[in-house]
Structure formats: C-alpha cells, structure tokens
C-alpha cells in the first residue's frame, strides 16, 4: 500500500483548504487515503462538512498550530452498505 498525498494547505484561508482536499481527492478509488495539513480555523467545521456530504471518512490530529486531516474516501458509503 502507497503513502496516502500530503496536501499542505497551511498558511491559506477559507475556502482554499477545502478546494484543495477535494482537488485531490478527485479520481481516487473507494478507500485510498489523503492527509490535508491546515492552520485555518474555519477548515475546523469545513473539511468535516465537506468529509461528510461526499461519503469519505475524516479523523483529525492536533499538531499545535495546525491540524492534520486524514480522509479515507468513500469510508463512509463503505460502510453504509
């Protein structure tokens, strides 16, 4: 198995960290992995809310000044069936 795509968002605001985790997510099959970095506040409530209406499952890890958003894509409509 790869290393998931380290999307690194830090330092961009609202909405850009949302645009780029769904950028990359694009195209990738039902249970690949994509870790976005983010130091914007809104991406807090953003990223989950995006996580959720697509399906992907979200865990997320405090790293001090920025957070560590891990998607498993499809994780969720996965599950459900």
């Not at 290393?3 to 195209?27: K, N, S």
């Not at 809104?42 to 891990?70: I, Q």
């Given at each position: 198995?790869?290393?998931?795509?380290?999307?690194?968002?830090?330092?961009?605001r609202?909405?850009?960290?949302?645009?780029r985790?769904?950028?990359?997510?694009?195209?990738?099959?039902?249970?690949?992995?994509?870790?976005?970095?983010a130091?914007?506040?809104?991406?807090?409530?953003?990223?989950?809310?995006?996580?959720?209406?697509?399906?992907?499952g979200?865990?997320?890890?405090?790293?001090?000044?920025?957070?560590?958003?891990?998607?498993?894509?499809?994780?969720t409509?996965a599950?459900?069936?």
């Amino acid at each position: 198995m790869s290393e998931p795509a380290v999307v690194d968002a830090r330092g961009t605001r609202c909405p850009v960290p949302v645009i780029r985790v769904a950028r990359a997510a694009q195209g990738l099959s039902p249970g690949a992995s994509l870790v976005l970095l983010a130091d914007d506040v809104a991406a807090r409530s953003d990223v989950p809310a995006w996580a959720r209406m697509r399906g992907h499952g979200l865990t997320l890890a405090d790293e001090g000044s920025w957070t560590r958003y891990t998607v498993v894509v499809g994780a969720t409509a996965a599950r459900s069936t």
